[in-house]
């Protein structure tokens, strides 16, 4: 879909990229990573022929995009960006029907498909009228994604577009993307310098060296579990074993039962070991230590581990419980047992790990 052929790109006889051969996936995110300057930009503008490369070629299914010119090129791609870009003196709806409307969509129907991806980007209609600066960053990032979706095309452009609101509301927008991407399954090219977003959302990592080198293209997993090389190994970071936890599946862990008990029950409880207690629907709902059996003294829980998800959140289920056993439930919400740390050890080394 997307192809770099030995693509450079200097400035000043600096290179910003440096001979980059690289196929992109047709439907499949594709995140450019890696530290600041390392030519991850530049790359993705030579995509749409904001920035033309020094040598090499840019093809988009199979087309060299220097031949197209370069507005139309421009037009046919969704571009969102950290600040959202949008224009100050148009509505939240005027500006997701800009594109729509230089393609030549009447008026009434730009507006009513703006409406309609306000509602798929997860926002309110009657926000609709407003102006940019009377939306919050997150708000407005997600009508940058709406703007860049509102033509259809096939090809999405995101550069940092999540790195400038805060970490809720970005793991938010990073969820949503993905959820959205499942319908659309649009190409899309995703710039960040941070590791963890880009194991989040990328089918492929490509990692970005300093100089502007491609260091490693990948899965994610094959990046955290095997760095080509010392910089990428220092890149994706010292968390990088448990990151990588993500990619095992939980299935085959040993659970232990639980000592449970609703909150009114909980003084016949037995004295001796932590108590679980749980709610009406038979979810967790605090720990009681050993000896203590007073509902008002319990502890808040840990994270939770619902049955089928990764290692990685067993873990920290089993890391994060007071009690030092995780909590693991069905996808009721329902206590299905418990999790030790060594258990989560024990099922890695049945991996092979
Ligand atoms: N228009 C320009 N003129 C001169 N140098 C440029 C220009 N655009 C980028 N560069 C240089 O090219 C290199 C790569 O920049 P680029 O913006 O692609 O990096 P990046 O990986 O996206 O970094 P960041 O994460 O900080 O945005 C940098 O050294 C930068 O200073």
Redesign the pocket.
Known sequence: MVEFREVT?T??G????HDLTLDIERGAITV?V????????????MINRM?EPTAGSVLVDGQDVSAQPAAALRRSMGYVMQSSGLLPHRTVLDNVATVPRLNGVRRMAARKRAEELLAVVGLAQELGNRYPAQLSGGQQQRVGVARALAADPPILLM??PFSAVDPVVRAELQQELLRLQQHLAKTIVF???DIDEATILGDKLAV?ATG?RLAQFGTPEEVLRAPVDEFVAGFVGRDRGFRSLSFNNAAGLTLLPAATATADRAAEAPAEGWLLLTNDGGGPAGWLPPGQRDPAKALIGGSLFTLGSSLRQALDAALSSPSGAGVAIDADGRVAGLIEPSAVLQRLRADGN
Not at 14 to 17: C, D, E, G, L, R
């Open positions: 790109k400035y000043a600096q290179p910003a990229v450019f890696g530290p600041s300057g390392c030519g991850k930009t530049t790359s993705l503008r920035v550069d940092e710039v960040t310098h970005f502007g």
